[in-house]
């Protein structure tokens, strides 16, 4: 079996052995340069006379690569660099690089360790670095990359510990899974062109201390300054929706970052080790925060998570040894497991009325713990979950009725010193159901407290005690006999329909847009429910481009960032339709709206007397289409069997004796003269006036200019 092995092993690294013979040696010709350095070629194209490098031998420190090389009386023009050509294992002694104009592309692992390697000169005319081009390049110190350069690949400078100064192109999009990975940068620019950053781009970027992201950047990928010890503040870009997975994993100096309020989530050990991060705010737009995500945040003093959050991941906050106080979400559901363990400086914490279980060791061995309440809706708190919390003294429990609790849960000689505070003619169960009842000090007639829900469904929001309840449902204790004064606040241009109390409408009990409860003596649930006024319309864009139509009268005016079109004319030679700005739009009319997906607007209905030359068709109901062109993206596409169109939406429908393509282009203009088409389709009797918009006119221009009557182009002077 041994020499079986022994044998197999040799065929194995002979076949290797060859693979990288052919990998390193194969090539078409070589030619010898002028300094003896001898430079192996791969002819690309014939017919065109252009090659790629494969490699070199007889390096001596510098290498300068041909535009031109000839062979076999032909010239060829060198325009790409091959896979490794010129890595640690198949050159030595390479100190100098310089490339010439006619290269476009250097392919992948190209210097991949070239641990001499110290400068290289790019071409302008470079438009491609492949992925591990200079990776492991340990003393390569500058480089020079031209603007022509569109794509970085992945690694390409990773772990060149030596680069100090780099300047990215300006017309750059991405900034690729570990590019600039352990590089000896200290301070990077990203372009404004740059959208996306991807997994480790930074990581272990051991110089880097401040750093600043534009707000082009709508992605960041795991770990993006993982391990980047030194980095001490970064600011976040407005457009990102979320701190990714191990964002700032280890990156031990951080001290300051501010979290955008577009973000709604926070990931997994997304700050997992920032020991130096004292403080940190989140934003009311976070729904979730995941697995570990403070975890190791030695010196974070105090917390208070939103009421928006819904999701507080397992381990969030483990040995956060500094931390004291800590708000917790009023619409939690879950404390998980170890959420807080072994936070030793943590004094008190209530427990909201939301949760309803507390995980295994959630606060285990949070030694300076003296006060803990348990809100009401709690029904199971796992093992260990206050274990070690040796100095508790207040324990105060609003549940009404005491389930089976593990005799883990709290300490012994908690049990013995600590007071138990029970709702009011709750001790007798108390004290028959194992785990309380081992309680030596148990106080009847504790505050009872009772659960207050809101509900806002709709545009508008419930606001008790400085918390703004919005298109979410939140609860909130209420001690027995208090009341709530709860203040209800519509959107603009929306209005409250109905506000209901245990199911029962109340909306006729308000005062103002405030309502009332007193005398707490139960759980209340309140639900508040808006609408729009009858003269505004909701848009709720589904892409960024899409075809609309309301049987309101419009106004776009003052509606921010969304756009209404009309399509007024038609290009027969460039088969382009004409599409112009409009603003005030009668019912029925076909649109195009542009704006940003998934964003809601609300546009004001205004009467208008405007009429449109249009040949946007808009439906109002489901409607079978089996003739005419639909919007597919940022194109028409004509129909070829019938087709359901469905309300709101509108069709585009040329004349019969308009020859048009299948596909139609969009041509987007303030002011188009919708001459190419008025006269195939206005009626050569029509007498009314129109702009070159296409919009009729009420009587005759008063304003010189072009106009169009009786299907003719009119100059008034």
């Known amino acids: 079996m041994l020499i079986m092995k022994t044998f197999l092993r040799k065929i194995f690294l002979l076949a290797a052995a060859l693979l990288l013979a052919t990998a390193v040696h194969a090539y078409d010709f070589s030619v010898d340069n002028?300094?003896?350095?001898?430079?192996?070629?791969?002819?690309?194209?014939?017919s065109d006379k252009t090659c790629e490098v494969a490699g070199a031998s007889g390096v001596r420190g510098n290498l300068v690569i041909p535009e031109t090389v000839s062979y076999s009386s032909i010239t060829f023009k060198v325009i790409g660099i091959n896979f490794r050509a010129f890595w640690h294992g198949a050159v030595s002694n390479l100190f100098s690089v310089t490339i010439p104009n006619s290269i476009t592309q250097i392919d992948a692992e190209t210097f991949y360790c070239c641990y001499d390697l110290v400068s290289v000169k790019l071409p302008?005319?470079?438009?491609?670095?492949?992925?591990?081009?200079?990776?492991?390049?340990k003393k390569l110190t500058t480089i020079s990359i031209p603007n022509t350069v569109s794509y970085i690949g992945k690694k390409a400078f990773n772990n060149c510990t030596k680069l100090t100064s780099l300047k990215l192109p300006d017309g750059l999009t991405c900034i690729t899974e570990g590019m600039?990975?352990?590089?000896?940068?200290?301070?990077?620019?990203?372009?404004?062109?740059v959208t996306t950053i991807e997994d480790g781009a930074f990581a272990g970027m051991s110089k880097l201390e401040n750093f600043e992201?534009?707000?082009?950047?709508?992605?960041?990928?795991?770990?993006?300054?993982?391990?980047?010890?030194?980095?001490?503040?970064?600011?976040?870009?407005d457009s990102i929706t979320s701190i990714s997975d191990q964002l700032f994993g280890q990156c031990y100096s951080l001290t300051s970052i501010e979290i955008p309020k577009s973000v709604t989530s926070i990931g997994y050990r997304?700050?997992?080790?920032?020991?130096?991060?004292?403080?940190?705010?989140?934003?009311?737009?976070?729904?979730?925060?995941?697995?570990?995500?403070?975890?190791?945040?030695?010196?974070?003093?105090?917390?208070?998570?939103?009421?928006?959050?819904t999701q507080l991941g397992d381990w969030a906050f483990v040995r956060c040894e500094k931390l004291a106080s800590v708000t917790l979400s009023n619409s939690l559901t879950k404390i998980g497991e170890k959420t807080f363990y072994e936070c030793k400086n943590l004094r008190s914490v209530v427990i909201p009325s939301s949760v309803t279980s507390v995980g295994e060791s959630a606060f285990e061995n949070c030694a300076a713990l003296t006060s803990v309440t348990l809100g009401s809706s709690i029904e199971s708190i796992g093992a260990k979950a206050f274990a070690l919390c040796h100095s508790l003294t207040d324990v105060v429990s609003n549940i009404k009725k005491p389930f089976v609790l593990n005799n883990s849960v709290f300490p012994n000689i908690v049990k013995m010193a600590a007071t138990l505070y029970v709702p009011r003619g709750t001790k007798m169960a108390y004290r028959a159901t194992e785990g309380w009842k081992e309680f030596l000090n148990i106080e009847d007639g504790a505050t009872t407290s009772y659960r207050l829900t809101l509900t806002a469904n709709g545009d508008g929001a419930i606001r008790y005690n400085g918390v703004a309840v919005k298109n979410t449902s939140l609860s909130f204790e209420v001690e027995e006999g208090g009341s709530a004064n709860l203040t209800i606040e519509a959107d603009e241009h929306r209005e409250l329909a109905s506000l209901t109390m245990d199911g029962e409408d109340v909306t006729g009990s308000m005062e103002g847009n405030v309502f009332t409860i007193a005398d707490i003596d139960k759980d209340v649930e309140i639900v508040a429910t808006f609408r729009g006024d009858a003269n505004t319309e909701t848009i709720v864009l589904q892409s960024d481009m899409q075809t609309f139509c309301s049987d309101k009268d419009l106004d776009f005016n003052n509606c921010d960032g969304l756009e209404a079109y009309i399509v007024s004319g038609f290009k027969p030679e460039t088969n382009e339709v004409l599409l112009t700005r409009v603003s005030e739009v009668p019912a029925g009319t076909g649109l195009i709206i542009r704006g940003e997906a998934g964003k809601r607007y609300l546009v004001t209905g205004r009467e208008t007397s405007f009429i449109y030359l249009n040949f946007l068709k808009g439906v109002l109901s489901d409607t079978s289409l089996s003739a005419g062109y639909l919007l597919n993206g940022d194109v028409f596409e004509m129909v070829n069997t019938p087709t359901i169109i469905h309300a709101n939406n509108a069709y585009l429908s040329l004349p019969a004796s308009v020859q048009a393509a299948k596909i139609l282009s969009l041509k987007f203009s303030e002011e188009s003269t919708n001459i190419d088409l008025v006269k195939d389709d206005m009626p050569q009797g029509d007498s009314h006036w129109?702009?070159?918009?296409?919009?009729?006119?009420?009587?005759?221009p008063t304003t010189p200019g072009i106009y169009i009557r009786n299907g003719r182009k009119v100059w008034v002077k």
């Open 34 to 46: 002028e300094d003896g350095v001898t430079i192996r070629y791969n002819i690309l194209s014939a």
């Open 124 to 137: 302008d005319s470079l438009k491609i670095i492949g992925a591990g081009a200079f990776d492991s390049c």
């Open 180 to 193: 600039l990975g352990g590089t000896g940068l200290s301070s990077i620019d990203i372009p404004a062109s």
């Open 213 to 237: 992201i534009p707000n082009t950047v709508t992605s960041l990928g795991t770990g993006v300054f993982y391990n980047c010890n030194y980095l001490k503040s970064v600011k976040l870009p």
């Open 270 to 309: 997304s700050f997992y080790g920032c020991g130096a991060l004292t403080s940190i705010e989140i934003p009311e737009s976070v729904t979730q925060i995941g697995f570990a995500a403070f975890f190791e945040c030695w010196t974070l003093a105090s917390i208070e998570i939103p009421n928006t959050v």
């Open 690 to 700: 129109y702009n070159l918009q296409g919009t009729r006119l009420n009587g005759t």
